[in-house]
């Protein structure tokens, strides 16, 4: 069955640019989760959702942001983009949101210029 | 706040040696704990998944334990070989969402 999806796989932007990145999780999971990952940070959980729902939300500033459909499919859009964000930005699906295994995609590499 | 740490940070070992990353947390509220492998530039792939209630978990050369009255994790891999060599990570779910280790980059020489 085929795995975690993300799209594109690399990125290059300019610094005050727009980006959106896109997940589709494993066929009958609901539960989709974002995480940037940094050579400096490593992985920080920027937000989850279930059911098209934010459940839950990182301590990231506002200019990152998402949502899910109602396939599950999500998207997580950064504006106003900085040096700083820079980072391979992962996502999980899984079942549901707790107890149950998560699988990663490949992750977009986004490198902003 | 929970915090996971990773010991050691990095480990080379000849081909064939039997070895043990270890994970540390700080809050053993935990709902599971999984272990993931991850290639240079390329996503985790998850290992073994071991939930609160269990002690430990088997696949294949591969097997993690947990105890959570002491907020640690080992994993176990045998008969290492080269095509082991990643990083390794260990993740804790409290409920909210994961909370990742550091990692143990891992080399197996030929």
């Known amino acids: 069955k085929a795995g975690v999806t993300q799209t594109p796989r690399y990125l290059i932007k300019t610094r005050g640019q727009q980006v959106t990145l896109s997940c589709s999780p494993i066929?009958?999971?609901?539960?989709v989760s974002w995480y940037q990952q940094t050579p400096g940070q490593g992985l920080q959980f920027l937000f989850e959702?279930?059911?098209?729902?934010?459940?839950n939300k990182g301590n990231f500033p506002g200019r990152f942001s998402g949502r899910q459909f109602s396939n599950s499919r999500s998207e997580m859009n950064v504006s106003t983009l900085e040096l700083g964000d820079s980072a391979l930005y992962l996502c999980?699906?899984?079942?549901?949101?707790?107890?149950?295994?998560?699988?990663f995609g490949q992750g977009t590499r986004l490198t902003v210029v | 706040k929970q915090e996971v740490t990773q010991i050691p940070a990095a480990l080379s070992v000849p081909e064939g040696e039997n070895l043990v990353l270890n994970c540390s947390f700080t809050?053993?509220?935990?709902?599971?704990l999984q272990w993931f492998r991850q290639d240079p530039g390329k996503g985790l792939t998850s290992l073994l998944l071991?939930?609160?209630?269990?002690r430990e978990q088997t696949s294949g050369r591969l097997n993690a334990s947990l105890d959570k009255s002491s907020g640690r994790s080992t994993l176990y891999i045998a008969a290492s070989q080269p095509g082991d060599s990643a990083t390794y990570l260990c993740?804790?779910?409290?409920?909210?969402?994961?909370?990742f280790g550091p990692g143990t980059r891992l080399s197996v020489l030929p």
């Open positions: 809050d053993s509220a935990i709902y599971n």
């Open positions: 071991i939930q609160s209630s269990q």
């Open positions: 066929s009958g999971h609901r539960s």
């Open positions: 993740a804790v779910l409290d409920g909210q969402n994961f909370v």
């Open positions: 959702y279930f059911s098209e729902t934010q459940r």
């Open positions: 999980a699906s899984s079942v549901a949101p707790a107890n149950t295994e998560a699988f």
